[in-house]
């Protein structure tokens, strides 16, 4: 069985909609969906925006249902200059960007880093490649905040300047994953980017459609595990 956690109800609405629902619960502040992608197994759980939010999901995924693999699919905000809306960013690390014990740890108190699973990376990016799609593997940065200002960019290139995007979750499900021993990947559709500097406008008008963008990635993606 896959996991598959999505933060906002169009995220999940856009993985329901190409998925056969079988049957739904609730745990907690999470919504769990059982069914199919193809002929694959999957339980897809909405977490709700944030870090906490999302290691609560992924803690019921592994508990709950033991999945062979767990994915993170949503949306986020591009880093890069030469990145556009719909873009998809693949993790090739994912670091937690606002933990910060710098001050009694030093600079590598920095940021809690994660390597997600190799094999899925390769299986991912050659899904992207079938499916068409213009896609960058990189570092996803997770902070619990929503960047909107020049300094909350500023802040977050000085400390991580080979971050591909931004977003909530990734680094709690990485987190989590990781301790329960569970391969997982991140996979990440621009619904904004920084460059553009109206990201708030961009996330409004963007961010179904870069929901449908990642569902259409992980339909080809799912069907290789």
């Keep these: 069985m896959i996991g598959i956690i999505a933060a906002m109800d169009i995220e999940v609405d856009a993985i329901r909609a190409i ?13 769990i969906y059982v069914g ?22 992924a803690t019921i995924l592994c508990m709950h249902y ?6 993170n699919v949503g949306t986020a905000g591009g880093l890069l200059a030469q990145q556009k809306v719909l873009d ?22 920095i940021g809690l880093t994660y390597q997600p699973c190799d094999k899925m990376i390769q299986l991912c990016t050659e899904a992207a490649l079938r499916c068409g799609v213009t896609y960058h593997v ?7 905040l929503f960047m909107a200002r020049d300094e909350d960019f500023a802040r ?15 680094g709690a499900v990485a987190q989590v ?12 559709c621009l619904s904004d980017v920084v460059h553009h500097n109206e990201n708030p406008m961009e996330f409004s008008e963007y961010a179904q459609k870069a929901s449908i963008q990642s569902a259409g990635l992980i339909q080809a ?3 290789k595990l």
Excluded at 88 to 109: E, R
Excluded at 156 to 170: H, K, N, Q, T, V
Excluded at 177 to 188: E, H, T
Aim: hydrophobic share 40%; aromatic share 4%; glycine share 8%.
């Design 66 to 71: 033991q999945p062979q693999a767990i994915i």
């Design 156 to 170: 977050l290139m000085e400390r991580f300047p080979e971050a591909a995007c931004s977003e909530m979750e990734a």
């Design 88 to 109: 998809i960013v693949i993790s090739s690390k994912v670091v937690q960007a606002d933990f910060d014990t710098s001050a009694i740890d030093g600079p590598q108190g």
């Design 221 to 223: 993606f799912a069907q």
């Design 138 to 144: 990189g570092t996803i940065a997770s902070q619990d």
């Design 36 to 57: 199919k992608i193809g002929s694959k197994d999957i339980v897809l759980c909405k977490s709700g925006v944030g870090k906490t939010h999302a290691a609560m999901a």
């Design 177 to 188: 994953a990781q301790s329960f021993g569970v391969p997982y990947i991140i996979v990440r």
């Design 19 to 31: 998925s056969e629902i079988t049957s739904d619960q609730q745990i907690a502040d999470c919504r």
